[in-house]
């Protein structure tokens, strides 16, 4: 491996990393991330749609999960950066996502350290679409 693809390579294990506890934590309490998103979105559009919702989620949290692992396997073993970019684009979507839901509830805090986690995921792609 070459010691360009470490800076990539750290961006997926981060991004990994982020989304796997996420998911761990909400398929581990469901019946309590049910029940906060519920409150929190008790008065908006969102409220009657909140398990779909939640589920979305969370098949995109595996989606990421399983392409930033992936894209980690192929840089390390043959230079290939395909999954990464799957990786960090599905990230990406999920960080508009949960923007979008952040700013209907006006929680302008969590929307600015999700914008962060979504710029570092719109650096990683640059990142490898630049090798």
Do not use: C
């Not at 934590?25 to 909140?50: A, C, P």
């Not at 929680?107 to 490898?128: E, K, T």
Request: proline share 2%.
């Amino acid at each position: 491996m070459d010691i360009t693809y470490i800076g990539p390579v750290i961006l997926l294990l981060f991004t990994f990393i982020t989304f796997i506890i996420s998911a761990y934590e909400k398929v581990n309490g469901w019946q309590m991330t049910k029940d906060s998103f519920q409150k929190q979105f008790i008065h908006t559009v969102f409220s009657k749609t909140i398990v779909p919702i939640l589920i979305l989620i969370l098949i995109l949290e595996v989606t990421v999960v399983t392409f930033a692992a992936r894209g980690i396997w192929n840089i390390l073993t043959s230079q290939n950066f395909d999954y990464a970019s799957y990786a960090f684009i599905t990230a990406s979507i999920l960080y508009i996502l949960l923007i979008i839901g952040l700013r209907t509830i006006n929680d302008y805090a969590g929307a600015s350290r999700i914008a962060i986690y979504f710029l570092i995921s719109i650096f990683g792609l640059f990142w490898i679409q630049s090798i």
